[in-house]
């Protein structure tokens, strides 16, 4: 079911959190690693002070359309970073030339480039594989449910998603392929949508909801804000 963004989930108390609480991040800073140049290139952002001693869990964040300075997602990436996730951050398209065709092999390659840095790169954040999130964002959240589609190939070289977190997601060039029916079962799954989004409505977000056929009713749910 659709639950709106305003809306408590059924069962919780009067005000539960809407109390903001004081900061707990575990890390006080973070490092940033600009890797590559054009549509191909992306970001490394590594928590630090302390740095992490066990393996971190790995998030890659896929920007919207033109939004491809990660600054437009700063508060968000710093929240992740500083609670101890890597975030790589895939640069898939130039600012006025990438074919909307080249943007998931653009992404692909910049996220198999960077799984290779944070793995054996000197002196990086060692990842943990088995707590991988896909986030994406307008264009970026099409993206991300075609690389957790992909990534159910053994032969694609990526982990499997604990979680797909797709926001407002948007299709540039209608394809059917890669079929999201082929996103694992153990994926959770959040699609976010604007009641009053006149830019990509939701219908790109109701057909990635309802075509992702393998994660049971209990592991989706669909928000509207």
Same mark, same amino acid.
């Given at each position: 079911?659709?639950?709106? $963004?305003?809306?408590?989930?059924?069962?919780?108390?009067?005000?539960?959190?809407?109390? #903001?609480? #004081?900061?707990?991040?575990?890390h *006080?800073?973070?490092?940033?690693?600009?890797?590559?140049?054009?549509?191909?290139?992306?970001?490394?952002?590594?928590?630090? %002070?302390?740095?992490?001693?066990?393996?971190?869990?790995l998030v890659?964040?896929?920007?919207?359309?033109?939004?491809?300075n990660?600054?437009?997602?700063?508060?968000?990436? %710093?929240?992740?970073?500083? !609670?101890?996730?890597?975030?790589?951050?895939?640069?898939?398209?130039? %600012?006025? %030339?990438?074919?909307?065709?080249?943007? &998931?092999?653009? $992404?692909?390659?910049a996220?198999?480039? $960077?799984?290779?840095?944070?793995?054996?790169?000197?002196?990086?954040?060692?990842?943990?594989?088995?707590?991988?999130? &896909?986030?994406?964002?307008?264009?970026?959240?099409?993206?991300?449910?075609?690389?957790?589609? @992909?990534?159910?190939?053994?032969?694609?070289?990526?982990?499997?998603?604990?979680? &797909?977190?797709?926001?407002?997601?948007?299709?540039?060039?209608?394809?059917?392929?890669?079929?999201?029916?082929?996103?694992?079962?153990?994926? @959770? @799954?959040?699609?976010?949508v604007?009641?009053? !989004?006149? @830019?990509?409505?939701?219908?790109?977000? *109701?057909?990635?909801?309802?075509?992702?056929?393998?994660?049971?009713?209990?592991?989706?749910?669909?928000?509207?804000?």
């Amino acid at each position: 079911g659709v639950l709106r $963004a305003d809306e408590d989930p059924p069962g919780t108390p009067p005000n539960s959190g809407r109390i #903001e609480p #004081e900061s707990t991040s575990p890390h *006080r800073s973070f490092k940033r690693y600009e890797i590559g140049e054009g549509p191909r290139s992306y970001w490394i952002f590594e928590p630090d %002070d302390p740095k992490p001693e066990a393996r971190a869990p790995l998030v890659v964040f896929l920007h919207g359309w033109f939004a491809v300075n990660p600054g437009f997602y700063g508060a968000w990436i %710093d929240h992740l970073v500083r !609670d101890g996730k890597i975030v790589i951050f895939p640069r898939y398209q130039n %600012d006025v %030339d990438t074919a909307p065709q080249d943007f &998931l092999p653009n $992404a692909l390659a910049a996220i198999h480039d $960077a799984l290779g840095v944070v793995h054996a790169g000197v002196g990086h954040v060692r990842p943990d594989p088995t707590r991988f999130v &896909l986030i994406g964002h307008s264009a970026g959240g099409n993206l991300a449910a075609q690389i957790a589609a @992909l990534a159910a190939d053994p032969h694609a070289g990526l982990p499997i998603p604990q979680a &797909l977190v797709i926001v407002m997601p948007g299709e540039i060039v209608p394809t059917r392929e890669p079929s999201l029916s082929s996103i694992s079962a153990s994926t @959770l @799954l959040i699609v976010m949508v604007g009641e009053e !989004d006149v @830019l990509v409505g939701d219908l790109r977000g *109701r057909q990635i909801f309802a075509q992702a056929t393998a994660i049971p009713p209990a592991r989706k749910r669909f928000v509207l804000f």
